[in-house]
Antibody, heavy 122, light 107 residues
Framework: DVQLVESGGGLVKPGGSLRVSCAAS????????MNWFRQAPGKGLEWVSS????????YYADSVRGRFTISRDNAKNSLYLQMNSLRAEDTGLYFC???????????????WGQGTLVTVSS | DIQMTQSPSSLSASVGDRVTITCRAS??????LAWYQQKPGKAPKSLIY???SLQSGVPSRFSGSGSGTDFTLTISSLQPEDFATYYC?????????FGGGTRVEIK
């Protein structure tokens, strides 16, 4: 079965850094584009970043470009999001999700992790 | 960026009711449109992709239709486990964007 398990969330002060991870299993990880999404408390879903299977294609939301870095280690079946210069508005539940697409074209998201909570507060 | 607008933002319905949720895109997304269900504190669950294709394992009471800019999610006979929030999402281009969500509540 496909499983995605996020970890690494926590409480961090404004301006601080945090790295969240997503451990994947049950499928050939290197084949799929992977994504990060987030959801602020009581709000809707927001796309954060996407990374193709070979790491050739990388995309960021304007709200995080220059502060967040997505990466993956296909040997470890893991996806990462390095978050720097964190702001209060970055607070939320961070989900990783598998994209059915390959290469540089997005597709629908067929599997999601349960999320890891990131709180940015002094 | 492609803006996605859902309506209504919430609705109250009874078990057995037929429920329809609409989603409008600010420009054509052809049929690159998905629907997700989310329950409180849980991950979103894929229901529909390609505007009308049912994700494996999803009950047939869920259906999707539409193309271009106007789309519909229909639940033919609402069940107790269907009370949740539903989101549409376009994947025609980056940035990926979602509608604001429709909360389906018990009447």
């Amino acid at each position: 079965d496909v499983q995605l398990v996020e970890s690494g969330g926590g409480l961090v002060k404004p301006g601080g850094s945090l790295r969240v991870s997503c451990a994947a299993s049950g499928f050939t990880f290197s084949t799929f584009t992977m994504n990060w999404f987030r959801q602020a408390p009581g709000k809707g879903l927001e796309w954060v970043s996407s990374l193709s299977g070979t790491s050739r294609y990388i995309y960021y939301a304007d709200s995080v470009r220059g502060r967040f870095t997505i990466s993956r280690d296909n040997a470890k079946n893991s996806l990462y999001l390095q978050m720097n210069s964190l702001r209060a508005e970055d607070t939320g539940l961070y989900f990783c999700a598998r994209d059915r697409g390959t290469g540089n074209a997005p597709s629908h998201l067929d599997y999601w992790g349960q999320g890891t909570l990131v709180t940015v507060s002094s | 960026d492609i803006q996605m607008t859902q309506s209504p933002s919430s609705l109250s319905a009874s078990v057995g009711d037929r429920v329809t949720i609409t989603c409008r895109a600010s420009q054509s997304v052809i049929t690159w449109l998905a629907w997700y269900q989310q329950k409180p504190g849980k991950a979103p669950k894929s229901l529909i992709y390609g505007a009308s294709s049912l994700q494996s394992g999803v009950p047939s009471r869920f259906s999707g239709s539409g193309s271009g800019t106007d789309f519909t999610l229909t639940i033919s006979s609402l069940q107790p486990e269907d009370f949740a929030t539903y989101y549409c999402q376009q994947y025609k281009s980056y940035p990926l964007t979602f509608g604001g969500g429709t909360r389906v509540e018990i009447k």
